[in-house]
C-alpha cells in the first residue's frame, strides 16, 4: 500500500471541499478544493522542472498559504521538502544548498538575482520564487500548467522531508523524515489532543520548524480542521482572534506575552479549548501565572526536529507545570546514565533516549553522527537530561551540552535558574558554564531583572548561599536586559558562554 503521508490528508480534500481549510488576518480564505486545485497545479510545476521522487526541494520564503501547497504538492511527487530558516543569510544558505544538492530552490520574489548565484555556485539545477501575495515564479507558472494528478507511491521509510535543527548547541544538522515517522506522529498527536475538524487552530509560528509545519499543520490537515495564518506573534492580535479560534499552539514566549496583556482573562479565551506549549521549556510560574487569569492549564509537550513530538501532559487527566507529561502512545522513553548508556531506576537524573515510529532516519549526509547518536537496540540519544518522576511524567532539566561540570561535580542549570526566578526582583536568569582556573568550569548566572528595586550580584548570591551546596553557587552574576532567544524561544547559552568566556580569566 502507498505510504505517502499526503494520502493520510485526502479523505479530507474529498469530503468537504467547501470548507475553509486557511484564512489570514486579513481576511483572504482557502477552501479545501481552492488548497488542492493549486497544489496540483504546483505538482504540475514541479514535474516539469524534473523534480523526481527522492529529490530535494529546499525553500526558504515568507510564511505564506502558497507555501503550504507547495509542501503539499512536495508530498504529492515524492520529492524530499526541505524549509530553510528565513533568517539565514546568503552564506549559511549556500551551506545548505552544498550539503543538501536540490534539484530546486524556491527562494523569495525579491532574493532571486542573490539566488540565482547561490545556486550556480553549488550546482542547484533550478531557481524559482513564491512570494507572500500569491505571486513569484512558481506560481506564474502555476496559473498555465495542468493540476497533475497521480501520487507518488513510495514506502514508509522513504523520506518526505530533510528539517534542520535549531542550532541550539551547534551547526544545524539536517533530519531525515520519513513518510512514516510523520503520519504516525500526526495520527498520535490528533488523536491524544483530540482534535477534529471543530477545530480551528491559531497559527503564529514560523513554518520552517517542526512545530509550526508538522505539529500545527500536519495535525489541521489529518483532522480536516482549519487555521488561521499569521506573520508572527502579536499578542493583542491573538486575543482578539480567539473568539474565532478553538485552539492555540504556541512557544513559551507566547504564553509570557499574552500574560502581559490585560486583556487576557477568562472572558477572551471562553471559546478556546486548548493552550498548548512546547520547543523550549514553560516556566511553572508561567503555567501557574495563566491558569489563575483563564482558568486554562496549558498543555506542555516535548519533541524535537528529529524525533517529533515524544511526550505530551494529558488532555484528561493532570497538566503538571514544570513537566512535559508522559510518552506518546508508541514512543519509549528511557533514562540512562550518561557515560556507560546503563539505564536508571525512576527519580534519577540522566540521558533521555527514546524509540518508536516518530523517531527519524538519521542525519542527513552524516552517517557517523548518526551511528554515535544511537544505541544498538534502536534507541535514540536526545542529548536532553530528564528524569521520569513516581508517576511518569518527563522533566526536562536542560541540554546536556548546557551541564555545567565544576570542580568535577554536575550542575543542573535548571535547579540554580529556579532559585534565582524564585528572588524577588528577578524576571529570569540563565545558567551557564564558562572557563575557570581552578574549577574547570564555573557556574555562572545571567540575570534579567524585574525593573524597580533591582537586585546586585552580592544580595543574589547571599540569597543562594543557604539554599544550594556550594559547588551549585554562581561565582558570578552578570545582569542583561533580556537574554539572546532564537524565534523559537530558545535561550541562547552558546551565545551567553562565548560573552561570558572571559569570565574567570
Ligand atoms: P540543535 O540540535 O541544532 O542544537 P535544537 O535542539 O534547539 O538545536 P530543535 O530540534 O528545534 O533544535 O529543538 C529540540 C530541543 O528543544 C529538544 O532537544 C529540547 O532540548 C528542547 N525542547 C523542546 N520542547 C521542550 C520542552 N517542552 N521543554 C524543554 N525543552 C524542550
Ligand atoms: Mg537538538
Known amino acids: ?28 480564505q482557502y477552501s479545501y478544493a481552492e488548497v488542492l486545485a493549486t497544489a496540483r497545479r504546483l505538482a504540475g510545476v514541479l514535474k ?16 505564506s498559504p502558497e507555501a503550504v501547497m507547495l509542501y503539499l504538492a512536495c508530498l504529492q511527487m515524492g520529492g524530499v521538502y526541505l ?23 524556491v527562494c523569495r520574489p525579491q532574493a532571486m538575482a542573490e539566488a540565482g548565484e547561490l545556486a550556480r555556485h553549488s550546482g542547484v539545477p533550478c531557481v524559482e520564487s513564491l512570494g507572500t501575495a500569491a505571486d513569484g515564479s512558481l506560481m506564474t507558472m502555476a496559473a498555465r500548467t495542468q493540476a497533475y494528478l497521480p501520487v507518488a507511491e513510495v514506502e514508509a521509510d522513504a523520506l518526505a522531508a530533510i528539517l534542520y535543527t535549531s542550532g541550539t548547541t551547534g551547526r544545524s544538522k539536517g533530519a531525515m523524515l520519513s513518510h512514516g515517522n510523520l503520519a504516525s506522529n500526526s495520527r498520535v498527536l490528533t488523536e491524544a489532543w483530540q482534535f477534529s475538524a471543530e477545530d480551528h487552530l491559531l497559527h503564529a509560528l514560523p513554518i520552517f520548524h517542526t512545530h509550526g509545519l508538522f505539529v500545527a499543520c500536519n495535525i489541521i490537515l489529518t483532522a480536516g480542521a482549519s487555521m488561521t495564518f499569521l506573520p508572527r506573534l502579536d499578542a493583542e492580535q491573538l486575543i482578539e482572534l480567539m473568539p474565532r479560534a478553538t485552539v492555540l499552539m504556541g512557544v513559551p514566549t507566547f504564553y509570557t506575552r499574552l500574560l502581559q496583556s490585560p486583556r487576557l482573562n477568562r472572558e477572551a479565551v471562553a471559546g478556546m479549548r486548548l493552550f498548548i506549549s512546547g520547543s523550549a521549556p514553560l516556566p511553572a510560574e508561567t503555567h501557574d501565572e495563566f491558569r489563575t487569569r483563564t482558568g486554562h492549564a496549558i498543555l506542555e509537550r516535548y519533541g524535537m526536529t528529529e524525533t517529533n513530538m515524544n511526550s505530551s501532559n494529558p488532555y484528561h487527566g493532570e497538566r503538571r507545570a514544570g513537566t512535559v507529561g508522559l510518552p506518546l502512545p508508541g514512543t519509549e522513553i528511557r533514562i540512562t546514565d550518561r557515560a556507560s548508556g546503563a539505564e536508571l531506576p525512576r527519580g534519577e537524573t540522566g540521558m533521555v533516549e527514546l524509540r518508536g515510529p516518530n523517531v527519524f532516519r538519521g542525519y542527513w549526509r552524516m552517517p557517523e553522527k548518526t551511528r554515535a547518536e544511537f544505541r544498538d537496540d534502536g534507541f535514540f540519544i536526545t542529548g536532553d537530561l530528564g528524569v521520569i518522576d513516581q508517576d511518569g511524567y518527563l522533566h526536562i532539566v536542560g541540554r546536556d551540552k548546557d551541564l555545567v561540570i565544576s570542580g568535577g561535580y554536575n550542575v543542573y542549570p535548571k535547579e540554580v535558574e529556579q532559585l534565582i526566578d524564585e528572588l524577588p526582583g528577578v524576571l529570569e536568569s540563565a545558567v551557564i ?38 559547588y551549585k553557587q554562581p561565582k558570578r552574576v552578570f545582569f542583561v536586559d533580556t537574554l539572546p532567544r532564537n524565534v523559537m524561544g530558545k535561550v541562547q547559552k552558546k551565545q551567553l558562554r562565548e560573552t561570558y568566556a572571559q569570565a574567570y580569566s
Request: avoid cysteine; aromatic fraction near 8%.
Open 1 to 28: 500500500m502507498n505510504q505517502n503521508l499526503y494520502l493520510q490528508f485526502f479523505d479530507n480534500f474529498q469530503r468537504n471541499p467547501g470548507k475553509i481549510l486557511l484564512d489570514t488576518a486579513e481576511g483572504k
Open 433 to 470: 558554564g564558562v572557563p575557570h582556573p581552578d574549577l574547570g568550569e564555573g557556574v555562572t548566572a545571567v540575570v534579567v531583572a524585574m525593573g524597580g528595586a533591582v537586585p546586585d550580584e552580592a544580595q543574589i548570591l547571599a540569597a543562594l548561599h543557604g539554599r544550594l551546596a556550594r
Open 83 to 105: 524549509p530553510l530558516n528565513t533568517a539565514y543569510t546568503g552564506e549559511e544558505i549556500a551551506y545548505f544548498l552544498g550539503d543538501a544538492e536540490p534539484r530546486l530552490y
Open 48 to 63: 516539469s522542472l524534473g523534480v523526481a521522487p527522492g529529490d530535494r526541494v529546499a525553500v526558504q520564503v515568507d510564511k
